[in-house]
């Protein structure tokens, strides 16, 4: 690549000459020629094939290679088409606009560990159609995750993720709820309450009313991406909603204080993730992940010749002291994750 041709081409050369001085002197001298030009090239856009952050509102349209950093405003359900692909939808948006960011096929499994207004950050995406859609070789990074909301605090309508203990559990029941378009409707849900010792919220599955089957009383529940009803005072959980529910340590909630990667003898590559529980003030605890639990966790799709350990290696910083969610189980004096 021919950076001089290139500016000549764009600016011209009284121009060039102009900002080339200008960029040498902004670093005291310490920039040669050929620095000076490329930062000037790079300012200028002319390296299409290198990734570049766009505010939504200025992605261009067909453009390839797209970072953008922004909050999530809603998840859809996944898709499934006769051809055997799948997507899904995740909705994001600035300060300047929103869009939808299609998940495709493996991909979808990273928004198993999104959550509504998480801020996420987005490389290696490409616009379609007025649409972003994650590239073969994109990824979707959480910078800051969405914290769980307080029962006093659960006033407006709108997105909530709780972590609660069911106090009182009442079954399949009709309600009338008003957390779609405001309108009053009867449908039939499954009826618990959830409980922090002080306040009780009543929450509603809506949609895949069987998962209420699992719950007891005493239980601890995460709930993520419910919809607060708060003409009725009511949670519901409809089918963009995620439900864990914790027994007998089935669920591992906490804070990342330590991550590392390890070879596990014949379990081959694996991570090993110490996580603090700061409610309960219990001591870290260590889970073990192999590589396609641990590339969830992170919310990655890799290529198999990116070893997990320069994954690891990349990650660790941003993923330290961030929260998890995940299903365990015990197994030779260890914690591991579910499959």
Same mark, same amino acid.
């Given at each position: 690549?021919?950076?001089?041709?290139?500016?000549?081409?764009?600016?011209?050369?009284?121009?060039?000459?102009?900002?080339?001085?200008?960029?040498?002197?902004?670093?005291?001298?310490?920039?040669?020629?050929?620095?000076?030009?490329?930062?000037?090239?790079?300012?200028?856009?002319?390296?299409?094939?290198?990734?570049?952050?766009?505010?939504?509102?200025?992605?261009?349209?067909?453009?390839?290679?797209?970072?953008?950093?922004?909050?999530i405003?809603?998840?859809?359900?996944?898709?499934t088409?006769?051809s055997?692909?799948?997507?899904?939808?995740?909705?994001?948006?600035?300060?300047?606009?929103?869009?939808?960011?299609?998940?495709?096929?493996?991909d979808?499994?990273i928004?198993?560990?999104?959550?509504?207004?998480?801020?996420?950050?987005?490389?290696?995406?490409?616009?379609?159609?007025?649409?972003?859609?994650?590239?073969?070789?994109?990824?979707?990074?959480?910078?800051?995750?969405s914290?769980?909301?307080?029962?006093?605090?659960?006033?407006?309508?709108?997105?909530?993720?709780?972590?609660e203990?069911?106090?009182?559990?009442?079954?399949?029941v009709?309600?009338?709820?008003?957390?779609?378009d405001?309108?009053?409707?009867?449908?039939?849900?499954?009826?618990f309450s959830?409980?922090?010792?002080? *306040?009780?919220?009543?929450? #509603?599955?809506?949609?895949?009313? +069987? $998962?209420?089957?699992? !719950? &007891?009383?005493?239980?601890? =529940?995460?709930?993520?991406?419910?919809?607060?009803?708060?003409?009725?005072?009511?949670?519901?959980?409809?089918?963009?909603?995620r439900?864990?529910?914790?027994?007998?340590?089935?669920?591992?909630?906490?804070?990342?204080?330590?991550l590392?990667?390890?070879?596990?003898?014949?379990?081959?590559?694996?991570?090993?993730?110490?996580?603090?529980?700061? *409610?309960?003030?219990?001591e #870290?605890?260590?889970?073990?992940? +192999? $590589?396609?639990?641990? !590339? &969830?966790?992170?919310?990655? =799709?890799?290529?198999?010749?990116?070893?997990?350990?320069?994954?690891?290696?990349?990650?660790?910083?941003?993923?330290?002291?961030?929260?998890i969610?995940?299903?365990?189980?015990e197994?030779?004096?260890?914690?591991?994750?579910?499959?």
């Open positions: 690549m021919n950076l001089e041709n290139l500016l000549l081409e764009k600016i011209g050369k009284e121009k060039m000459e102009e900002e080339i001085d200008c960029k040498v002197e902004s670093f005291h001298g310490l920039l040669n020629r050929e620095a000076a030009m490329r930062i000037i090239a790079k300012e200028a856009g002319l390296f299409p094939n290198e990734e570049k952050f766009y505010r939504i509102i200025d992605v261009p349209k067909g453009g390839k290679r797209i970072s953008i950093s922004a909050t405003r809603k998840i859809w359900p996944t898709a088409y006769s055997g692909k799948k997507s899904k939808v995740v909705e994001v948006a600035d300060a300047s606009g929103r869009k939808p960011l299609i998940l495709w096929n493996e979808v499994e928004a198993k560990n999104l959550r509504v207004n998480d801020e996420i950050v987005v490389k290696g995406a490409y616009e379609r159609n007025n649409e972003l859609n994650l590239g073969y070789s994109g990824s979707v990074e959480v910078s800051k995750k914290e769980f909301s307080n029962l006093k605090s659960l006033n407006a309508p709108g997105a909530v993720h709780l972590r203990i069911i106090s009182r559990i009442e079954g399949k009709a309600i009338e709820t008003s957390a779609g405001g309108k009053k409707t009867k449908v039939v849900c499954f009826v959830i409980s922090n010792g002080e *306040d009780e919220m009543k929450c #509603a599955i809506t949609e895949g009313i +069987d $998962r209420g089957a699992k !719950l &007891r009383v005493g239980d601890e =529940v995460i709930i993520e991406n419910g919809i607060m009803d708060s003409q009725n005072s009511l949670v519901i959980l409809n089918q963009l909603t439900l864990l529910s914790k027994r007998k340590d089935e669920v591992l909630v906490g804070t990342i204080k330590k590392e990667y390890v070879e596990e003898g014949q379990a081959g590559q694996s991570m090993i993730v110490s996580v603090e529980d700061g *409610d309960t003030k219990e #870290a605890k260590e889970i073990i992940l +192999d $590589r396609e639990n641990a !590339l &969830r966790l992170m919310g990655l =799709v890799v290529a198999n010749d990116i070893t997990l350990e320069s994954v690891v290696s990349l990650k660790k910083d941003t993923l330290i002291n961030t929260k969610a995940v299903k365990v189980e197994r030779n004096g260890r914690i591991h994750v579910q499959r």
